[in-house]
């Protein structure tokens, strides 16, 4: 069973930025696709980036390109998400979620088994 565990939320000015991360407590796979969403209040939960763990191959919502990079670190099984530039409609609870042994890797939701708790992030 993956436990995921987010960090690295909080209240920033537009403008700013943050670096949230993920930790797993479960690398056993040699591969997984790793995925950033996010959910605004009254908002439908939105994928934002995802990662094969393996490959480092990346995958962005077109959203957010260009502003948000998503990374991993196997030898501390941490998946990041810097996010730069933000802007109010960036205000959510960011989530990570896990799927292990993927046949693909995108950021559709009811692709993935595992989730963490989420940490907000505000843009005011």
């Known amino acids: 069973h993956v436990q995921l565990v987010e960090s690295g939320g909080g209240s920033v000015q537009p403008g700013g930025s943050l670096k949230l991360s993920c930790v797993a407590n479960?690398?056993?796979?040699?591969?997984?696709?790793m995925a950033w969403f996010r959910q605004a209040p009254g908002k439908k939960r939105e994928g934002i980036a995802a990662i094969f763990t393996g490959s480092g191959s990346t995958f962005y919502a077109d959203s957010v390109k260009n502003r948000f990079t998503i990374s991993r670190d196997n030898t501390r099984n941490t998946m990041t998400l810097q996010i730069n530039g933000l802007q109010p409609g960036d205000t959510a609870k960011y989530y990570c979620?896990?799927?292990?042994?993927?046949?693909?890797?995108?950021?559709?939701?009811?692709?993935?088994?595992?989730w963490g708790q989420g940490t907000q992030v505000t843009v005011s």
């Open positions: 979620a896990a799927q292990p042994a993927p046949g693909y890797c995108d950021i559709v939701e009811t692709d993935f088994d595992y």
């Open positions: 479960d690398y056993s796979y040699s591969d997984y696709c």
